[in-house]
């Protein structure tokens, strides 16, 4: 039986899941490392939860740092079918105002060095990421802030950035200039992670700032954001109980499947040990004969 149906990841400023019932605290270790924290389980809205702080306890771990391999893997483990990360992002658009949230539906990725694969090492799985968020849970992120009291934007185009510096103000003016909407240096490799393990994932991104790309309005800081996060906590909180309610029956999305027509190595010709160390997220693919070597 599952612990958890649904990941809640939470980022800068968004340290704990408020509302959640039966709580009790788990450490886990996966063949990538540990993840960020202790993962946290629980129920709101009937609704098992594991909730992961995703820079861990006091804010450690910068973005170029992240075990994404290892959250999305624990998560993974623990029967979790949906992930929703909670996330900063810069603001490239005048209509998208500080404190506002965006539910995005694609992404530039302008990261350099993080690992951003289950496979290798003898497996080769190329999966589809035409469409980077799950279509079947943006729409009810979307109603959900909505009805939370909040400016809720639907769809958009994040920007994932290496950092930890932010932006040069010629980059922004260059992100803007490729139509993109929100800038933030979390949502990558997480999304592409989740959709190896056959995750759905959608992003609940919060404007905390204009970047530095707007004249009249000051560059972006940590303070800044973290200030403008924290104002906007209560509201993300209500959005996530919100969409829980709204949380789709059936997964009728093509994450469920995302592996199907990835996986290129016939598994015959797989090290036994990548095998075993994939196995949470390959075993439905791979028959008992091929198990067994």
Wanted: aromatic share 6%; net charge negative.
């Amino acid at each position: 039986m599952a612990e958890a149906i649904v990941g809640i990841i939470g980022g800068s400023g968004f340290y704990r899941m408020e509302g959640l019932t039966g709580v009790r605290e788990l450490r886990l270790d996966t063949p990538f490392g540990a993840p960020s924290s202790e993962i946290v389980l629980g129920e709101l809205e009937g609704v098992p939860v594991a909730f992961l702080p995703r820079h861990g306890p006091g804010h450690r771990i910068l973005p170029g740092e992240l075990p994404a391999r290892a959250n999305v893997y624990a998560l993974k483990t623990l029967g979790v079918e949906t992930i929703v990360g909670v996330s900063a992002v810069g603001s490239l658009r005048e209509d998208i105002e500080p404190l506002h949230l965006v539910v995005p539906d694609q992404i530039i990725d302008r990261t350099r060095s993080r690992p951003a694969t289950f496979f290798g090492e003898g497996l080769v799985a190329h999966i589809a990421f035409a469409d980077p968020f799950c279509p079947g849970l943006r729409p009810a992120l979307v109603a959900a802030g909505r009805e939370a009291g909040a400016t809720a934007h639907n769809g958009g185009t994040y920007v994932a950035i290496e950092g930890p510096a932010f932006s040069t103000r010629a980059e922004s003016d260059l992100y803007r200039t490729w139509g993109a909407d929100v800038i933030g240096m979390t949502a990558l490799p997480e999304a592409k992670l989740a959709r190896e393990a056959e995750i759905c994932y959608a992003i609940l991104a919060c404007a905390t700032d204009y970047d530095c790309w707007h004249e009249d309005e000051a560059d972006v800081s940590a303070d800044m954001i973290v200030a403008n996060l924290q104002k906007n906590v209560a509201v993300s909180q209500e959005t996530l109980r919100l969409f829980l309610r709204r949380l789709p029956a059936d997964r009728r999305c093509d994450c469920r499947d995302a592996l199907a027509g990835a996986l290129v190595t016939p598994f015959g010709q797989v090290p036994a040990e990548t095998l075993a160390r994939l196995e949470p997220l390959i075993a439905r693919y791979v028959t008992a004969a091929e198990r067994a070597g």
